[in-house]
């Protein structure tokens, strides 16, 4: 009989990824509601050690795999692993994050076991009378929010945004079993060959792990127009977002996108400049800890949800806006 919350974490070089951290404390609201347990699935070399982390962060167990194979994530050894695991024991519910890694092995899962898969999805529930998993996922380019039900097969199982779940608190007093399941590998089950591994360094961060972001609108008038925001988010040490207008105009490149079909972000300051608040942006930010609006028409839906509000032109308002910030900083550093 299928039971329990399984939950993939990710990691890339030996390090957690954020989002299965994010996956385990909705997991754990989830579990809770059902009266069952959150398993993380750990896979990769020498990661047990991060065991004690993932307990501490809602996951009552803690199923490892280990092997110089899985040092490097490929479809097939990962597949392997995670089939196994599900195989053997039965999960009602299994969660991936909707990234690179998760969007390449849980289809491939879902196809595997025959059963259903809900991608994307941007919240989870459970209902009432059925105990079902509600997954809820953007259709119709956000312009529709669907709620999808996999009755008839299990395990239920999602790919999840990251940034969308709120990661538990660590509680460190919290305690949990470790199982290492052994699995054999062989030259068969690594379908590619590694020649090399190439790493990027970017200057900018992803926006999902911004504290502060100035987001910029159909109403900057042109790419020209995301001038003075960088100027502003380079004084806050901040980084630069859009709405979906902006990037399907070409103005700035998708993964700055933030909204239903773009990236869902919780940062602690949220400028939305130029930006009218059309329901699917608001769907990607409205959890921000203090939103700053900044537009020239009085009636845009963004003032609605903005904690402050600024109404004029953008290209005076920013301007000044980085100017007192950077005297206001001058001032400090001189103090100090």
Request: hydrophobic content about 40%.
């Amino acid at each position: 009989m299928s039971k329990d919350i399984y939950v993939f974490i990710e990691q890339r070089d030996n390090k957690l990824e954020k989002v299965g951290i994010e996956l385990l404390g909705k997991a754990r609201e989830l579990a809770d509601r059902l009266n069952e347990q959150v398993v993380a699935m750990l896979i990769g070399e020498n990661v047990k050690g991060h065991s004690d982390l993932l307990i501490h962060h809602g996951a009552d167990k803690v199923i490892v795999i280990e092997d110089p194979m899985l040092k490097e994530y490929v479809t097939e050894p990962y597949a392997k692993s995670v089939f196994h695991i599900i195989k053997k024991y039965e999960p009602e519910i299994v969660l991936f994050g909707a990234s690179s890694i998760g969007r390449d092995l849980a289809p491939r899962m879902a196809a595997r076991i025959h059963t259903g898969l809900t991608a994307d999805c941007t919240k989870l529930d459970i209902e009432d009378e059925s105990n079902l998993l509600l997954m809820t996922r953007p259709a119709f380019g956000g312009n529709l929010m669907a709620t999808i039900v996999c009755e008839n097969f299990r395990p239920q199982m999602a790919t999840v945004r990251p940034g969308v779940m709120q990661a538990m608190d660590s509680d460190a007093s919290r305690t949990g079993e470790v199982i290492e399941e052994k699995l054999e590998f062989t030259a068969e089950d690594m379908n590619v060959k590694i020649v090399d591994v190439l790493k990027h360094e970017s200057k900018k961060k992803d926006i999902t792990e911004a504290n502060i972001l100035v987001s910029g609108g159909r109403g900057l008038g042109g790419p020209e127009g995301f001038k003075p925001l960088e100027e502003l988010a380079e004084v806050l040490e901040a980084e630069v977002s859009s709405s979906r207008a902006a990037v399907d105009s070409g103005w700035i490149t998708k993964d700055r996108q933030v909204g239903q079909t773009g990236k869902t972000v919780r940062p602690e300051l949220y400028f939305a400049i130029g930006i009218s608040g059309a329901i699917q942006h608001l769907a990607g930010m409205e959890e921000s800890d203090l939103i700053i609006a900044i537009n020239k028409d009085t009636d845009a839906p963004m003032f609605e949800v903005a904690d402050l509000g600024v109404v004029g032109n953008l290209n005076a308002v920013v301007p000044k806006l980085t100017e007192l910030i950077k005297k206001e900083k001058a001032l400090k550093a001189e103090i100090s």
